[in-house]
T-cell receptor, first 115, second 113 residues
Framework: AAGVIQSPRHLIKEKRETATLKCYPI?????VYWYQQGPGQDPQFLIS???????DKGSIPDRFSAQQFSDYHSELNMSSLELGDSALYFC??????????????FGEGSRLTVL | AQSVAQPEDQVNVAEGNPLTVKCTYSVSGNPYLFWYVQYPNRGLQFLLK??????LVKGSYGFEAEFNKSQTSFHLKKPSALVSDSALYFCAVRETNTDKLIFGTGTRLQVFP
């Protein structure tokens, strides 16, 4: 079965640079979520989109922005990168988002290293 | 605010023995509860969920979890552990009408041959 696809899997950037992560949800999933997992930490919710509109917002820094496109894929844009942004970034998808009770399906993650 | 607690950083079990990974939750209203497993450098894999109904929920790979409302617990269990079950396990809770899935701090399960 198709899973959530994230790219790139690994990314190395310098401080103050920008980075863009992409996420392709499972077909027919209309909700996309972004999570950040620091080393040895639990995943922290950043933001979610349902039907291309922002649905919920968590602890996403103002330097970050995200959107969901007409084909339901999503991109997380990170600017003015800081050392503390080094983490594993997960995308997840589901059907009906908060309107349903379904589980989230996670991608393999994008590992961002900021030097 | 909703939260989950996983009181054990690590659980060690001998292969073939039963295992329990503990989780307690705190929410206002009815909780949606989940267990996920994470292997090194991999994404989180869904194991099982409790929404409503039977308190004993069966999931993937022979895992099950028992929802206990009076103790606000949702412990993960397996009758007979395998070495391949060794991984990081996260309990998570979501309130209705939110997207935010709140994870516990994770419990590392180590199954010894």
């Amino acid at each position: 079965a198709a899973g959530v696809i994230q790219s790139p899997r690994h990314l190395i950037k310098e401080k103050r640079e920008t980075a863009t992560l992409k996420c392709y949800p499972i077909p027919r999933h209309d909700t996309v979520y972004w999570y950040q997992q620091g080393p040895g930490q639990d995943p922290q919710f950043l933001i979610s989109f349902y039907e291309k509109m922002q649905s919920d917002k968590g602890s996403i820094p103002d330097r970050f922005s995200a959107q969901q496109f007409s084909d339901y894929h999503s991109e997380l844009n990170m600017s003015s990168l800081e050392l503390g942004d080094s983490a594993l970034y997960f995308c997840a998808s589901s059907r009906w988002g908060k309107r349903g009770s379904g589980e989230l399906f996670f991608g393999e993650g994008s590992r961002l290293t900021v030097l | 605010a909703q939260s989950v607690a996983q009181p054990e950083d690590q659980v060690n079990v001998a292969e073939g023995n039963p295992l329990t990974v503990k989780c307690t939750y705190s929410v206002s209203g009815n909780p949606y509860l989940f267990w996920y497993v994470q292997y090194p450098n991999r994404g989180l894999q869904f194991l099982l969920k409790y929404i409503t109904g039977d308190n004993l929920v069966k999931g993937s790979y022979g895992f099950e979890a028992e929802f206990n409302k009076s103790q606000t617990s949702f412990h993960l269990k397996k009758p007979s552990a395998l070495v391949s079950d060794s991984a990081l396990y996260f309990c998570a809770v979501r309130e209705t009408n939110t997207d935010k899935l709140i994870f516990g701090t994770g419990t590392r399960l180590q199954v010894f041959p």
